[in-house]
């Protein structure tokens, strides 16, 4: 059974920094591409942040393009996302996924991942 826990998701002040975690078991985490996803309430879940198998490719959300740093080790089955500058709009809850094929590419659709994280809130707050 694969799964995916998070982890690091909380509340910050504006202009903050938060790092969240997505540790996978129960997969080859080195063969699969991964990714950020979000959701706030009343719109539709967007891709944040994603990053292909080996770590060398990455794309992100226009929203969050040069604040937020996708990583990952593969040593230690886990993806990181970096979130810095934060935005009172960046409020939402964060989910990892794993990509459902072994692509060499940085998947970008929901459709291309099939096992999902339970999310970690963020809230921005002053």
């Known amino acids: 059974q694969v799964r995916l826990v998070e982890s690091g998701g909380g509340l910050v002040q504006p202009g903050g920094s938060l790092r969240l975690s997505c540790t996978v078991s129960?997969?080859?985490?080195?063969?699969?591409?991964m990714g950020w996803f979000r959701q706030a309430p009343g719109k539709e879940r967007e891709i944040v942040a994603a990053?292909?198998?080996?770590?060398?490719?990455?794309n992100y959300g226009d929203a969050v393009k040069g604040r937020f740093t996708i990583y990952r080790d593969n040593s230690k089955n886990t993806v990181y996302l970096r979130m810095n500058s934060l935005k009172p709009e960046d409020t939402a809850v964060y989910s990892c996924?794993?990509?459902?094929?072994?692509?060499?590419?940085?998947?970008?659709?929901?459709?291309?991942?099939?096992?999902w994280g339970q999310g970690t809130q963020v809230t921005l707050s002053s």
């Open positions: 990053i292909s198998r080996t770590g060398i490719y990455s």
């Open positions: 129960g997969r080859t985490f080195s063969k699969h591409a």
């Open positions: 996924a794993i990509a459902s094929g072994e692509q060499y590419y940085v998947p970008t659709e929901t459709v291309e991942y099939d096992v």
